[in-house]
């Protein structure tokens, strides 16, 4: 049974096209692909202004060909002294018609055409051809006119065997018409598949989606603004909230204001990207210190971070950047004296006892300093930090303005202390997932080729983050093969960034791709899979071997 585009036929009054659409359907083998009425825009010669094609049936097959079916009920007539055809009705009452055999030539023309404007085509053409269907009445052995001989007017007696009929009108424009190029490669078919078979949609690109969403999101909502206000009463406050509830946003909006105000702010947090982000959006603040917490450090002791030889092995990488430069940090604040009067804390969930007290006697008057704590304990990175000072009588920052409400769904999943946040962002695209196996560089093509050829979006809006470190990471393995598309591991226009997900927390993009958490043990997977996932703004693909099953499977947090 041949394939047929629609399933079943299209309305009609003429009983026998649909007895000849059954027969077609019936008849021929499952390699034989039948569109009934189809239309479709081409051009003859790319010179040539765009026409429109159309026939009763379309017949293909990957082998032989591809070829219009004109049908036309009653009898035909034609004068070739004013060349007109006529259609005769069973009561013999004629009316004139265009030339069913041009049309249908003109038809196949034009598809073919329009074959080789598409994108997968190559150098060449299918074989092709055309005839008219004439169910009602036995054709002439000579034909009709000259260009329409008997082997292209399939009469009564044609149409009773049409399976063994079409295949000798297969063979026949094979001879005239024959394949060109690459026939073996078989593009025509893909094309043809593509131009009738595909579901179509009218859909925004991804990029667009992004963008209108995007202005959605650029002020302050009400309830950040009333966080500020009432900050604006209290000296010291911890303030705890989920991913994309607006942490970052409020401290940099504080310290702002607070600088504003003649005070002297420091602004600080764990991750280095973090506070790099923070100095340049706050670089036009002079009385504004924004900075990681280690580069700090490396300010207040007067240390050059480019000349100092830091151990290579863990033990003496964790004492230095745990303890020694904490302790030279006071020692500078000893000799040189406190020069901060507001302090302001990212990633509070994240602070060593040591680092707390560091920054205390970085303040003037450590007792009645305006202190901003801002943290979330679910993307607690060290298992040996402090507790936030105030954590139990904390602000709690109660919707989410970050994610999309499908990024929001899938991320109460992992972290369902989430759910109480309230997500007032735009719907957005669904949460996507893809398998690495059988091949993780086809697989990351695949969604690249997605997010950034069909939506449209640019490289350096896609992040990929890698529960490894990027140089260790098996996306790199593939990177090579992935052109036009670029990968790198800083920053750069043009290209796709993979990043580590730990130096990426605090940070967002418009879009993520999460992959590599499967090493891990069960519950870093999941804390790594809520951190990464939530970076996300607009849109969330996670590329991983069962990496939502392993994440969401877990015994409850």
Known sequence: ????????????????????????????????????????????????????????????????????????????????SADRWQQVDSAGQSAVIADPFRQAEDAVRTLVARLRDHPAALPGAPAHGHAVLLPDVLVPPRGLASHAPADIALGLEQIAKLPENIEKLAKRWQRIHPALGNASARWWWRALEDLFLMPREARVLLRHRIAAEQAQLVQLSPQQLTVLDYLNRKRFQAIYGPAGTGKTILAMHKARLLARQGQRVLLTCFNKAL???LRESLADEPNVTAI????????????????????????????????????????AAARDGPRFDALVVDE????????????????????????????????????????????????????????TQAIHAHLVAIEPRLAQARCVAPAGVPVETETLRPHAKNALRRVLQRICGDGGVRPDDVVILTGRSPKNSHVWNGAAELAPIRLTDRAEPGCVRV???????????????????????????????????????????????????????????
């Open 292 to 331: 990681h917490f280690h580069e700090l450090c490396y300010e207040v002791a007067g240390l050059d971070a480019s000349r100092h030889q830091v151990p290579d092995e863990a033990k003496g990488r964790s004492q230095w950047f745990d303890v020694d430069l904490a302790q030279a940090v006071l020692q």
């Open 348 to 403: 509070a969930q994240d602070f060593l006892p040591l680092w707390w007290e560091a920054l205390r006697s970085l303040l003037v008057d450590p007792t009645r300093a305006i202190r901003y704590l801002f943290f979330d304990d679910a993307q607690q990175l060290r298992p040996d930090a402090a507790t936030v000072e105030g954590a139990e009588e904390a602000l709690v920052l109660s919707t989410n303005w970050r994610n």
């Open 275 to 277: 506070g790099n982000y």
């Open 499 to 557: 990043v580590g997900i730990n130096a990426f927390k605090g940070m967002e993009a418009p879009v993520v791709i999460l992959t590599e958490l499967n090493h891990l043990a069960p519950h870093k997977a999941r804390q790594m899979h809520y951190i990464g996932a939530s970076r996300a703004v607009h849109h969330l693909v996670v590329l991983e071997d069962a990496v939502v099953t392993a994440a969401l499977e877990l015994e409850p947090p």
């Open 1 to 80: 049974m041949a394939r047929t585009i629609p399933i079943n036929p299209r309305p009609t009054q003429s009983p026998q096209e649909l007895r000849i659409f059954d027969v077609l359907r019936q008849k021929l083998s499952q390699e034989w692909l039948i569109v009934h009425r189809p239309h479709w825009l081409g051009r003859a010669r790319p010179d040539a202004p765009l026409d429109d094609g159309e026939a009763t049936f379309l017949v293909a097959h990957p082998e032989w060909g591809v070829f219009a079916l004109v049908e036309v009920d009653g009898g035909l007539r034609y004068d070739p």
